[in-house]
């Protein structure tokens, strides 16, 4: 008899931003004349830049050629995209990352949660809490957590990292000493970001304990603060106990085109087996690569036009970030992110609950964000909003909760 994977019957309802879309398309189709603003889902707005889209035209016209024609990727991806990779990300800010540690793929949700697949089951997973759902998911469904525990609003067998107020959003080292940390900075949801002295913190404390840090650094384009670390490996040491998220969804405007990386090191050693071996078997098999079309759109992300395209549109969401955080702030809001990170994280106002307030704005001000509950227990209480929509919409959201 077929059996299913009773680990996914763990999952409590649906993904977060699927319950998001039901719920307001229920209430558009019982208000289809009502104009919801859409500040929820970190997806962007802004068009691609030229030079992307200069480099996506010539090689779709390359694909019309037998002599200019791609097939299948090669298993890491183009060394033209990794080598641009390494020189513009890594050697530029003094890291020792060569082109053959980094593996291109569609994203760095899919990588995120395909990285546990390289581990073992009995691995104890620690995460900041509130946090991206998908690093918890994807090890509930790989069968390395106990049931979901309703009063404690998490789940058991997980060793989860409370981000409150009174620590600035930021996670402390566990008691309990975890095998895999999953850490994201700038973070998603709260838009905190850790100094680099911070950071080194945790690469010592996971060199010391022979844990591995899974780390999400998706939102790095839009630090604006000088001792805030770009990326892990600019910690002394990361090289033996680090991975590395990247994409090129937040930075360039890919959400829709799909492109990213993972870098692991060939130092990141457990149990005598490198790690970097492992994942390349798990991206040869399971992995046929990233379109050259969009490969090629990636390395002109690094393009000199490229650049100053994208340095262009990270100022346009950051404008947007500060327009909500100022605005809610002179409103009376408690607030915080939108300096290094494109996520505003406010308090709800009266005690009202993460869904409570999501339903008010959404029937009161037409506006729709995130509840933090959705983000973790720790969430509750909190509110997130994010800075990718047109500077319209976000004037526009800003003066309907304003006016509430």
């Not at 690093?135 to 069968?143: K, L």
């Not at 979901?148 to 409370?162: A, L, R, S």
């Not at 950051?318 to 409103?331: D, F, P, Q, V």
Request: charged content about 20%.
């Amino acid at each position: 008899m077929v059996t299913v994977n009773k680990n996914y019957l763990k999952l409590p309802g649906s993904y977060l931003f699927s319950t998001i879309a039901k719920k307001v398309a229920a209430y558009q189709e019982a208000n289809p004349d009502v104009q919801i603003v859409r500040l929820g889902i970190g997806d962007v707005t802004q068009p691609l830049a030229p030079a992307i889209i200069d480099a996506l035209h010539k090689s779709v016209d390359e694909m019309a050629h037998a002599e200019t024609f791609h097939g299948y990727a090669p298993d890491l991806g183009y060394e033209f995209l990794r080598s641009a990779i390494v020189k513009n990300d890594y050697e530029a800010r003094g890291c020792q990352i060569s082109a053959d540690e980094i593996f291109v793929s569609d994203g760095a949700k899919s990588d995120s949660g395909n990285i546990q697949e390289i581990f073992g089951t009995e691995n104890k997973v620690a995460v900041c809490d509130p946090v991206y759902p998908v690093y918890v998911d994807t090890n509930v469904m790989a069968g390395r957590t106990g049931d979901y525990n309703k009063k404690n609003e998490n789940f058991d067998g997980v060793i989860y990292m409370p981000c409150l107020e009174s620590n600035g959003f930021l996670p402390e080292l566990p008691v309990e000493t975890p095998d895999l940390i999953y850490l994201c900075f700038p973070n998603n949801p709260s838009g905190a970001a850790i100094t680099k002295n911070k950071l080194q913190e945790w690469v010592d404390y996971a060199n010391e304990n022979g844990s591995v840090i899974i780390y999400d650094a998706a939102y790095e384009a839009y630090i604006t603060e000088e001792n805030v670390p770009h990326s892990i490996y600019e910690c002394e040491g990361a090289r033996t106990c680090a991975i590395e998220l990247r994409s090129f969804s937040k930075n360039a405007g890919f959400t829709g085109v799909r492109l990213g990386f993972t870098v692991v090191p060939k130092d990141l050693v457990r149990e005598g087996v490198a790690l970097h071996d492992l994942w390349a078997r798990r991206h040869g098999t399971k992995f046929n690569g990233a379109p050259y079309i969009v490969q090629r759109a990636g390395e002109a992300v690094y393009s000199p036009e490229g650049k100053a395209q994208l340095k262009e549109q990270v100022a346009y969401y950051m404008r947007n970030a500060h327009t909500i955080y100022n605005g809610l702030k002179e409103a009376g809001y408690s607030v915080s992110g939108g300096v290094n990170a494109p996520y505003i994280w406010l308090k709800t106002p009266n005690n009202m609950s993460s869904w409570d307030f999501f339903d008010y704005l959404l029937e009161n001000a037409h506006v729709v964000g995130t509840p933090g509950s959705g983000f973790g227990a720790h969430g509750e209480g909190f509110f997130r909003l994010t800075a990718f929509g047109s500077y319209e919409n976000t004037q526009e959201a800003l003066r309907r909760i304003k006016a509430l």
